[in-house]
């Protein structure tokens, strides 16, 4: 099983988005067992895969051990895709949170994903909020590895720097391990800014970029208003931006970088 964090302390970039679609591409078609983790106060990811008014256990509740991971999981659109719901209390944690009772909280909840995940779970994609807050240091804590959303711009690019100083934290202090698994560079539009920062990164980021850049795409806020993943959308709207197929050439590489499928066949020889 790998735990994947989709991060950048920015908001606004396409991190829910990323996440969403990316867990949909795992799922149906590189054929993973897969967790969406929403741990995310805002409830994005959760909204996006089951609808606004979803109500039912959430992470908060497994948390405070009012019931076990595994019955907060949510089946949704596809057979390989589970959800942990995300909660919008998850703010109190924070509140008057002292240093020790903050280390407290992130080591519970590296405990309750390395431990509570059912264990035929080959992929989790943990949604994180913007900031460098409790639930982001809990994410990378709790993960094998994280992955970099950002636009082609400026406040992306100083982005960037911020989430490295909080991973350089994180390592420090809870998860020496925790791997740069990929950037993806989103809503590139045809300006020369953007253009220009693509280049930038791509040519800094060589190693960890995954391919290819994703466009604006309307089709990306359409499925989100209907509560769907583009992969599942454009399949029962019949529409083809080829947004999709992005994600799942990104997935693709994803799988190909962090050998999960790898270890898949190792597990099952
Ligand atoms: N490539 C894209 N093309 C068009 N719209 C996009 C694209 N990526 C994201 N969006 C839209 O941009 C908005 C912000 O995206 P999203 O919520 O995924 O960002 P986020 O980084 O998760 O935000 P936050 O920091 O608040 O969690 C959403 O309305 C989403 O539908
Ligand atoms: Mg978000």
């Not at 991973?167 to 045809?190: Q, S, T």
């Amino acid at each position: 099983m790998r735990r994947i964090a989709i991060t950048l302390q920015k908001g606004g970039v396409g991190k829910t988005s990323v996440a969403v679609n990316l867990a949909a591409a795992l799922a149906a078609d590189q054929g993973l067992r897969t967790v969406l983790v929403d741990m995310d106060a805002q409830c994005n990811a959760t909204a996006h895969m089951l609808g606004d008014d979803f109500s039912g256990p959430m992470l908060s509740d497994v948390l405070r051990g009012d019931i076990p991971l595994r019955d907060a999981l949510v089946q949704c659109h596809h057979e390989n895709l589970r959800v942990l719901p995300g909660a919008e209390d998850l703010v109190d944690f924070e509140r008057g949170s002292d240093d020790p009772r903050r280390a407290r909280t992130i080591m519970g909840v590296r405990d309750m994903l390395t431990a509570g995940i059912p264990t035929d779970t080959e992929v989790v994609i943990i949604d994180t909020p913007p900031g460098g807050g409790l639930w982001l240091q809990a994410a990378l804590a709790a993960s094998d590895g994280f992955l970099i959303v950002a636009w082609p711009d400026g406040f992306s690019a100083s982005g960037i720097l911020a989430l490295l100083n909080t991973v350089d934290d994180v390592r420090a202090a809870f998860n020496p391990n925790l791997e740069l698994d990929g950037l993806i560079i989103n809503h590139v539009r045809h300006t020369a800014g953007h253009r220009g920062y693509t280049e930038v990164f791509s040519q800094i980021y060589e190693d960890i970029l995954l391919h290819p850049p994703l466009p604006v795409r309307s089709v990306i806020s359409d499925a989100r208003d209907a509560a769907m993943p583009v992969e599942f959308y454009e399949r029962q709207f019949r529409t083809s931006s080829q947004a999709a197929e992005l994600f799942r050439d990104i997935a693709g590489q994803l799988v190909r970088r962090t050998g999960i499928r790898t270890i898949r066949f190792a597990f099952a020889s």
